[in-house]
């Protein structure tokens, strides 16, 4: 057996900003220390910072002092409105590929566009450039097939969640442009999760097996499982070592793990280590 490493893995610098900024207002012993949802979609990293100290809460009005952080997806202005009325400390770790992507649908939205998000609807991201503006005309579209669905005006604007596929945003840009009308075209996806995918499918190209791990809340993770599903390779979605599946990849050759940008370097390699004590084998792969 060779278990395989993609070259880039680990958090993306949003990421890696949002849980500095954190730790590093944990490490000041304040007991008074929340954030508004899970900061990153990563059940393990929250559960490590929930035991440092972080408390996640759902709503502004849980908490009467002390410091609140927004989650890396972004949040309603109004809620950090809100909490800063209350005299709370409010700190902001929104990716700023997100608000990129919040800024680009105010100015849609004030030279009255109607906007089309690409993504989906729950996500927490969605809903906060949902509620950041401005407009009743922002619809929210997933599969290339909604675009009929909707009753486009003369001018629309197209954004994308960042986390989405490139694939899935360009089949519904294409659909979208079919109608003739003004269309102005934003690629707002996010330039590591695109690198991040174009490595994972280069490498489930080579191997039989693929181990994507990640939360499986994570928009991002879930996408590099549908990538590699998409050309036939046997795939496995863990969020940690407990969730391997040792009698079905013991026989195997070629193993390729990877991760999504929530997803910590040093938990996709400690798998790695872990299957190969399992397995007794020693075997070393990187890149490819």
Do not use: W
Not at 27 to 38: A, E, Q, S, V, W
Not at 39 to 52: A, F, G, Q, R, T
Not at 85 to 95: F, Q, R
Not at 123 to 133: D, F, L, Q, Y
Request: with cysteine; glycine share 8%.
């Amino acid at each position: 057996m060779k278990i395989y490493l993609p070259r880039e893995m680990g958090f993306c610098f949003g990421v890696k900003k949002a849980i500095a900024r954190v730790e590093d207002e944990l490490k000041r012993g304040n007991d008074k220390i929340y954030c508004l949802g899970d900061l990153i979609h990563n059940p393990k990293v929250m559960e490590d910072l929930k035991k440092k100290g972080l408390k996640v809460i759902q709503d502004i009005n849980q908490v009467e002092e002390g410091t609140v952080f927004t989650r890396a997806h972004g949040v309603d202005y109004k809620i950090v409105e809100e909490g800063k009325k209350k005299g709370l400390k409010i700190v902001e770790t929104t990716c700023p590929y997100v608000l990129k992507v919040q800024k680009i649908a105010r100015a849609l939205a004030k030279k009255s566009y109607q906007i089309i998000m690409v993504g989906s609807v729950d996500h927490p991201e969605v809903k906060a450039v949902i509620s950041n503006t401005p407009t009743d005309k922002l619809y929210v579209v997933k599969d290339p097939e909604q675009v009929m669905n909707i009753p486009l005006g003369e001018k629309v604007g197209v954004i994308a969640q960042t986390t989405e596929s490139l694939d899935n945003f360009e089949n519904i840009v294409k659909n979208l442009i079919k109608y003739g009308f003004e269309i102005r075209i934003f690629n707002t996806l996010c330039e590591v999760v695109r690198e991040r995918q174009k490595e994972t499918l280069n490498l489930a190209k080579k191997v039989e097996a693929m181990l994507v791990v990640g939360g499986h809340n994570s928009s991002n993770t879930g996408q590099l499982v549908r990538l590699c599903r998409s050309i036939g390779v046997r795939t496995y979605f863990v969020e940690g070592e407990e969730d391997i599946n040792y009698k079905e990849i013991e026989k195997m050759e070629k193993i390729g793990i990877t991760g999504g940008t929530s997803t910590p370097e040093k938990m996709i390699r400690n798998i790695k280590e872990v299957i190969l004590k399992k397995l007794n084998k020693n075997p070393e792969g990187r890149g490819g």
